[in-house]
T-cell receptor, first 111, second 116 residues
Framework: KNQVEQSPQSLIILEGKNCTLQCNYTVSPFSNLRWYKQDTGRGPVSLTIMTFSENTKSNGRYTATLDADTKQSSLHITASQLSDSASYICVARGAGNMLTFGGGTRLMVKP | GAVVSQHPSWVICKSGTSVKIECRSLDFQATTMFWYRQFPKQSLMLMATSNEGSKATYEQGVEKDKFLINHASLTLSTLTVTSAHPEDSSFYIC????????????FGPGTRLTVT
């Protein structure tokens, strides 16, 4: 069964600090992995997308890594801002266009 | 990039009534659209997949007679919640995929449904 697990479930950090979110996936066959940011009451917005051959992908202050051997991914947020407060969802794409969603990490950035 | 819209963004309806939610792909032809439901503090749960011109495929546990999905064109899919009950209150999100999006799913902004 395809699964995506994220940790931690929730996280509180101070503004300006860095943080790293984790994602473990068991999706086969594996096509790609995306990290999404979802603000409360909004749809998910894609931050990064990586295939099995990519190790690192950056988007501004967001840097995602992927280890296809261990089936792990991380999302690193640098110099956090209050607007980073949101849920971050790891999503793996398998066969066709079907997606497996992680449970998300709820990040709160405090001033 | 691929843009997907939903209408309305929020709706309040009385128990027993029906409500329709629209999902549109604005700049590409969506051969497949997906409908998700998201309860507070939970991740998205796939309800159904619809291909243009075909009947939707529902996930296990989703009542097809309660959640009517129509995908009559390559840019529009609708979800109708029939005889809504308070437990149907949720955040409904659609996504669309097609050749132009390299068959990646692009998500709409969601519709908040509250049934009183």
């Amino acid at each position: 069964k395809n699964q995506v697990e994220q940790s931690p479930q929730s996280l509180i950090i101070l503004e300006g600090k860095n943080c790293t979110l984790q994602c473990n996936y068991t999706v086969s066959p594996f096509s790609n992995l995306r990290w999404y940011k979802q603000d409360t009451g909004r749809g998910p917005v894609s931050l990064t997308i990586m295939t099995f051959s990519e190790n690192t992908k950056s988007n501004g202050r967001y840097t995602a890594t992927l280890d296809a051997d261990t089936k792990q991914s991380s999302l690193h947020i640098t110099a956090s801002q209050l607007s980073d407060s949101a849920s971050y969802i790891c999503v793996a794409r398998g066969a066709g266009n079907m997606l497996t969603f992680g449970g998300g990490t709820r990040l709160m950035v405090k001033p | 990039g691929a843009v997907v819209s939903q209408h309305p963004s929020w709706v309040i309806c009385k128990s027993g009534t029906s409500v329709k939610i629209e999902c549109r792909s604005l700049d590409f032809q969506a051969t497949t659209m997906f409908w998700y439901r998201q309860f507070p503090k939970q991740s998205l749960m796939l309800m159904a997949t619809s291909n243009e011109g075909s009947k939707a495929t529902y996930e296990q546990g989703v009542e097809k007679d309660k959640f009517l999905i129509n995908h009559a064109s390559l840019t529009l899919s609708t979800l109708t919640v029939t005889s809504a009950h308070p437990e149907d209150s949720s955040f409904y999100i659609c996504s669309a995929s097609g050749e132009r999006s390299s068959y990646e799913q692009y998500f709409g902004p969601g519709t908040r449904l509250t049934v009183t």
